[in-house]
């Protein structure tokens, strides 16, 4: 709009990497003090893990775990939109929508520096899988994707299982987002840890560095850390950290631990994505008329 | 077709990673050589280099390099047909297409186990950078992404450029080819090597190995090395070998030296591809009523 302030090209920016509890109030209250750290350091934008409030929820079918949903607005964007406000942060914080009785979302709340929640995204792919049942408690995402103009620029989220798709990727970036948001909540199945686990990991990564590369753009992922047993028994999952910022060549210019929480502040340049796209022309040349097929579940059905 | 027998799950491919002279002629000799010994190791597909009949050609733009291109089938096809008939080998054989006067393409053939030229695909995605002038030498293509059914099963190629859009990779994966070529002519200006060489060359291995990735499929690269400099002048670009096979998790299984010839055979075992989607059922949660945008130049316009 006309005299609003020219969002920084330069900026940092505050993954918060947390061990979850069983306390969502306590989840909040670790949420607050890491975005006010994050914000003392510097960070003009600070991003929560996946459904930061709570353990991961979808190990398993309860029903009772609808208790723990919570409406956008509401008590977690109102308690981040006073540090927001008070620290002027942008704050990316997902939660457990619950929009309607019987109707829940994996939201990620886009907090603008005001305090506001500038605009929702709604988690689009939902991922069902053994100890990932996310299909039972979120209805897929109904508002596409986005990006927000916040006091820190443009920027896009997604959540988690969104960043299997390039298609995501692509979508938010085509909007401007010239830095993509990835809350998270991977992990290991402990039994395939040791056979699979780096290779599941630096899948997690690459494909995520595919995103940054294809699009010339800023990409930040933001994961959970720690063993998660919510019944106390069985075997759990092992989520496996290493929340990451990379350029927009695909450099991971910071990363944290796999086994412990971390505040991972990142300096970002966004006059990198001018120089990077000015020399890898990428956008220039999609074959925007052969892609219809995109929308195609498949393509190769036999006659 | 009815009692067509069954394409194998196990299977060799060789990478043909050639260093090209300024004979035409010399360079075939030397392709029909390494596939003949490509099918000696055992190979069922064997892939040339982008452009292999010639040095790297749209380093400048020159009206009488229009003379190297030849049709499609037409004596590249020919030779290598015979070598895949005689040798019951698939061959995929990237040819500077002369479709018509004025009217060339950036192709690959694909030239089945009987020698007969099964399809080909026309590059569609084509770059124009400093000494990568293609735009002046190729029209962009108009037969789409295509999937092929051959002797070794139903393979995809597409051609260098396309290795940076996603889009090209899901169109030919959601065609059911589960082995996707990238017969590539990648390089560094050698002023930038020292630099960026290391980014440049993980970059684009990381995004290709994204694509495996996203579509649960193996993809190969076969990129042509050494340094050309087609006027004796000027600094030339350094052709970057690394050509490798990865599998349907990205990892790469096989990959080629930087700064020499290669024949590289890799066991490439099409069940990881069921494997690999059961536990990462990608394919099964896309979005295809949100993706509509993909077709659109861009979304991010001002109002």
Redesign the interface.
């Known amino acids: 709009m006309a005299g609003a302030p020219t969002p920084p090209t330069r900026l940092k920016v505050g993954l918060v990497q947390m061990r979850m509890t069983a306390d969502p109030a306590a989840n909040l209250a670790t949420a607050v003090t890491r975005v006010k750290e994050a914000a003392a350091q510097g960070a003009a934008i600070a991003c929560l893990p996946e459904l930061f409030r709570t353990l991961y929820l979808a190990q398993r079918e309860d029903h009772d775990v609808f208790d723990l949903a919570e409406a956008v607005p509401g008590p977690s964007t109102e308690a981040l939109g006073r540090v927001a406000r008070d620290l002027g942060i942008v704050v990316i914080a997902p939660v457990f929508e619950r929009r309607a009785a019987g109707l829940y979302h994996n939201t990620a709340a886009v907090i603008d520096a005001d305090g506001e929640v500038k605009g929702i995204y709604r988690k689009?792919?939902?991922?069902d899988?053994p100890a990932y049942y996310e299909k039972f408690y979120f209805t897929?995402g109904d508002l596409?994707?986005r990006?927000f103009d916040t006091k820190a620029g443009?920027i896009g989220t997604l959540v988690c299982?969104d960043q299997?798709?390039?298609?995501?990727g692509?979508?938010t970036a085509?909007?401007?987002?010239n830095l993509l948001f990835y809350p998270t909540a991977i992990g290991w199945h402990p039994s395939e840890k040791a056979r699979y686990g780096t290779?599941?990991l630096?899948?997690w990564r690459?494909?995520q560095?595919?995103?940054a590369?294809?699009n010339g753009c800023w990409v930040a992922a933001v994961n959970r850390v720690g063993l998660e047993r919510p019944d106390g028994a069985g075997p759990g999952l092992e989520f496996w950290g290493h929340s990451f910022v990379c350029d927009p060549?695909?450099?991971v210019v910071a990363e944290a631990p796999g086994d412990q929480e971390a505040l991972l502040i990142a300096d970002v340049d966004l006059a990198r994505v001018e120089e990077v796209r000015r020399?890898?022309?990428?956008?220039r040349?999609?074959?925007?008329?052969?892609?219809?097929?995109?929308?195609?579940?498949?393509?190769?059905d036999a006659p």
Do not use: S
């Open positions: 689009m792919h939902i991922p899988d897929p596409g994707f990006a443009r299982w299997w798709y390039p298609e995501g692509r979508l085509l909007q401007g987002a290779q599941q630096d899948a690459t494909i560095r595919g995103h590369i294809a060549l695909g450099v020399n890898w022309p990428f956008l040349d999609r074959r925007v008329d052969a892609y219809g097929g995109l929308t195609a579940r498949y393509l190769g």
